[in-house]
């Protein structure tokens, strides 16, 4: 099978197991991925991530022109905008899942760092992740927002709306995904009850050992940033 061909089917593959895991419904969510001769391949309008058809998928060019298959997702602006700031972004996916939402909600988070060091696996898969500002869905704004994060975050949480993860491939960013929806369900169950977070030496830790973007240490226990050492 063609590279073209393995990632449409992987595509459909994820969608799937995303949707039958209840982690987006209805037609929300979306996801795209790069081909290694820059075109892309992302997920139509108005689809269903439960029931996508792997012809029908939008091949794009490069700039983001529709080669062939069903328009692509509206939602396209806000792949668009990541993969611009985030060199090595190889795949994007947007869902509207729960508990990532109901996070983007909470009154008091650190909208540069919306969950606090939980589990090893959330710094190692996703790191940190931004919060940008409620807008209007099609609201050109929010592609602006997401480019003013200058590609600091692979990880991104829209207001009231839904996470944005890219990964150097469609599974990095699909597990990156479910390891934020996994760490914001913690993070609401354990809300109020004092939880145990990794230290700042644990965290200091994990980036060394597993090479992770400095800046994820830069408050490994919940305190306000910048402690670099
Ligand atoms: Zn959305």
Request: charge should be negative.
């Amino acid at each position: 099978m063609s590279e073209e061909a393995v990632l449409r089917e992987a595509i459909c593959r994820f969608g799937r197991s995303i949707f039958e895991r209840g982690l987006t419904s209805g037609s929300s969510g979306n996801i795209s991925a790069r081909l290694s001769d820059g075109r892309w391949v992302a997920t139509p309008t108005n689809s269903s991530l439960g029931w996508l058809d792997p012809a029908r998928l939008s091949l794009m060019e490069a700039g983001g022109k529709l080669i062939s298959g069903d328009p692509p997702t509206k939602e396209l602006p806000l792949h668009l905008a990541l993969y611009e700031t985030r060199h090595g972004a190889g795949a994007i996916v947007h869902l509207h899942s729960t508990h990532s939402v109901a996070v983007s909600m909470l009154q008091d988070i650190d909208a540069q760092n919306v969950l606090p060091p939980l589990t090893a696996y959330y710094l190692m898969r996703v790191g940190r992740t931004a919060l940008v500002p409620y807008y209007r869905p099609g609201d050109p704004a929010v592609a602006d927002a997401i480019r003013g994060l200058a590609g600091r975050y692979s990880s991104v949480l829209l207001s009231n709306h839904g996470p944005v993860v890219s990964g150097k491939d469609l599974e990095a960013a699909v597990y990156a995904t479910e390891e934020l929806e996994d760490t914001a369900k913690l993070h609401l169950l354990l809300r109020g009850l004092n939880p145990r977070l990794l230290t700042r030496d644990q965290v200091r830790d994990l980036v060394e050992h597993f090479r992770l973007d400095e800046a994820i240490a830069g408050d490994g226990d919940g305190a306000p940033h910048d402690h670099h050492h």
